[in-house]
T-cell receptor, first 111, second 114 residues
Framework: KNEVEQSPQNLTAQEGEFITINCSYS?????LHWLQQHPGGGIVSLFM???GKKKHGRLIATINIQEKHSSLHITASHPRDSAVYIC?????????????FGEGTQLTVNP | EAQVTQNPRYLITVTGKKLTVTCSQN?????MSWYRQDPGLGLRQIYY???????DKGDVPEGYKVSRKEKRNFPLILESPSPNQTSLYFC?????????????FGPGTRLTVL
């Protein structure tokens, strides 16, 4: 079983919908990253979280350390949000240096 | 412009022919790392470097070498490439280790080993 599991694997939404992507992990972590991979392949970091909640524009990321779960929310989704969203965790025993990734969630937003 | 650059972007080579993929960042970042991405396996970390002359193994280091002689450069060396190293490779950097900072990714290098 992977240490980092994302759900759903694939998600199709209509423009304007509220979207939630989930990340569950089975190990203790010191931080969690959310990444966005564009259709062309480029990867952009969206958030780095160690507790609580962060917001950037229409994106909101939350983490519950006790439940070993993080969510990425997209409000008022748009076709340009279509991408693969990847969760990655950092385990404290790696001195904060190594990332373990989920397999990603493919999001398609239709106009 | 602040960026991470990788070269080449695309490479087709043959088994056993040594190759180097270069990675350079212009942000004075301490931390640099290499990842490979494969269908069904996602991203996996190959090697990372906390600073000049400080490198360490990630999850899949076999068949790869790295060096960090200068802060800005972190080349990935495949001494004897094999077909199972066909993959999409990303270099990334951050001011400090990823438990403290978001990472900046290069554009990726698509490698095919025949």
């Amino acid at each position: 079983k992977n240490e980092v599991e994302q759900s759903p694997q694939n998600l199709t939404a209509q423009e304007g919908e509220f979207i939630t992507i989930n990340c569950s992990y089975s190990v203790g972590i010191s931080a969690l990253h959310w990444l966005q991979q564009h259709p062309g392949g480029g990867i952009v970091s969206l958030f780095m979280l160690s507790s609580g909640k962060k917001k950037h524009g229409r994106l909101i990321a939350t983490i519950n350390i006790q439940e070993k779960h993080s969510s990425l929310h997209i409000t008022a989704s748009h076709p340009r949000d279509s991408a693969v969203y990847i969760c990655a965790v950092i385990k404290p025993e790696t001195s904060g240096s190594r990332l373990t990734f989920g397999e990603g969630t493919q999001l398609t937003v239709n106009p | 412009e602040a960026q991470v650059t990788q070269n080449p972007r695309y490479l087709i080579t043959v088994t056993g022919k040594k190759l180097t993929v270069t990675c350079s960042q212009n942000m004075n970042h301490e931390y640099m790392s290499w990842y490979r991405q494969d269908p069904g396996l996602g991203l996996r970390q190959i090697y990372y470097s906390m600073n000049v002359e400080a490198t360490d193994k990630g999850d899949v280091p076999e068949g790869y070498k790295v060096s960090r002689k200068e802060k800005r450069n972190f080349p990935l060396i495949l001494e004897s490439p094999s077909p199972n190293q066909t993959s999409l490779y990303f270099c990334a950097s951050s001011p400090d280790r990823p438990s403290y900072n978001e990472q900046f990714f290069g554009p990726g290098t698509r490698l095919t080993v025949l």
